[in-house]
């Protein structure tokens, strides 16, 4: 008998010796779903090539390099056609006589500095 119970208490100890690997398995599941999540979502985020980009110095410079004259061509393009516009519209108030004065005089001070150009 005491051979029995000897059986018995060594298998009680390795039930409960599997049933906490079950629950440390069951956890380490949930834990890997959660990476995988994390994981999918930072794919999407696309947070790999924002880290590349910038963690290199050269890239980094190259990049901020074209924006600065993407930027300044966007500013000097922008800056044309609203002043060409803006002309285009005070051309037709020159007839107005007391703006008229004020635009004859900036038309005319405009077209000076565009001869001694």
Same mark, same amino acid.
Request: aromatic share 6%; no cysteine; net charge neutral.
């Given at each position: 008998?005491?051979?029995?119970?000897?059986?018995?208490?060594?298998?009680?100890?390795?039930?409960?010796?599997?049933? /906490?690997?079950?629950?440390?398995?069951?956890? /380490?599941?949930?834990?890997?779903?959660?990476?995988?999540?994390?994981?999918?979502?930072?794919?999407? /985020?696309?947070?790999?090539?924002?880290?590349?980009?910038?963690?290199?110095?050269?890239?980094?410079?190259?990049?901020?390099?074209?924006?600065?004259?993407?930027?300044?061509?966007?500013?000097?393009?922008?800056?044309?056609?609203?002043?060409?516009?803006?002309?285009?519209?005070?051309?037709?108030?020159?007839?107005?006589?007391?703006?008229?004065?004020?635009?004859?005089?900036?038309?005319?001070?405009?077209?000076?500095?565009?001869?001694?150009?």
């Amino acid at each position: 008998m005491n051979g029995d119970n000897n059986i018995r208490e060594e298998l009680e100890k390795v039930l409960k010796e599997i049933q /906490a690997y079950s629950r440390y398995l069951e956890k /380490a599941d949930k834990l890997d779903f959660r990476l995988e999540r994390i994981s999918r979502i930072l794919e999407k /985020a696309k947070i790999r090539d924002i880290l590349l980009n910038y963690t290199n110095p050269r890239r980094v410079f190259l990049i901020n390099i074209l924006v600065g004259i993407g930027r300044g061509l966007g500013l000097t393009i922008g800056t044309v056609i609203v002043l060409s516009l803006l002309g285009l519209i005070l051309r037709q108030f020159v007839d107005i006589p007391l703006i008229g004065e004020w635009i004859n005089n900036l038309l005319q001070y405009v077209n000076m500095s565009e001869t001694e150009v």
